[in-house]
Structure formats: C-alpha cells, structure tokens
C-alpha cells in the first residue's frame, strides 16, 4: 500500500515537471521571423513611451513630470537596447542595417533625452 502512494505522490511531481520543461510551457522555439516580428512590436511601444514623455513635458512641467519623463524615457532606452541586440543576433538575413541603426540611434536619443531632463531637474531643487 505504501508503494502505491508513494507512486502517486511521485506521478504528481513529475507530470508538472516534465511540463515545465516541455516546449509547449516556454512557447516552443520561435521562429527568427516571430522573433523579427515581436521586435518590431517592441519598438512600437518603446515609441508610445517616448511620446507620451514628451507629451507630459508640454504643458506645466513640475519635478513630478520630469522624474515621470525620465522614467518613460528609460523604459523605452532600455527597450531599444533590447531590440538593438535581437537585431544583432537575427543578423542581416532577417533585418536590414538601417533598422539595426536606428534601434541604436533610438536609444542614444533616450540617453541624451534622460541626460538634458536630469539637468533641467536641478532647477527643481
């Protein structure tokens, strides 16, 4: 009796684990042209962040906004720099050197952006 518990008990860990483990839980392996896709989708939102920080900073600019911009900005460097690198890894195959540049020119621009906020929040103080 003990033996078929222990079995059972033991089939209750394995199952999970060998799901775990399993293609299906990590999405299977993703296709260079999936992976393409969902970079680009990246840059998109990266962009939304970039806008809507450049929106706040429009009218009645406080330190709230600027340490909020700065965030955004961040996000969406740090994003850039992510899709900067799967562009890398894809290689020329799969996504175009002027795509590549401007992934990289993009996070620049977030760089300098957070850099010139950082300096205007000194007024703030």
Avoid: H, W
Avoid at 61 to 77: D, H, M, T
């Amino acid at each position: 009796m003990k033996k078929i518990i222990l079995l059972i008990y033991l089939s209750f860990l394995v199952v999970p684990f060998s799901y775990a483990y399993s293609d299906d839980y990590y999405g299977g392996e993703d296709s260079p042209e999936k992976i393409r896709l969902e970079a680009f989708n990246d840059i998109k939102v990266a962009q939304q962040l970039m806008d809507e920080a450049s929106q706040m900073l429009e009218k009645d600019v406080n330190r709230q906004k600027i340490e909020l911009a700065i965030n955004l900005y961040l996000k969406a460097g740090q994003i850039f720099e992510k899709v900067s690198k799967v562009f890398r890894m894809l290689g020329r195959n799969f996504v175009g050197q002027a795509d590549q540049e401007g992934a990289d020119q993009a996070m620049e621009t977030c760089l300098t952006l957070i850099k010139d906020l950082k300096e205007r929040l000194k007024q703030y103080k």
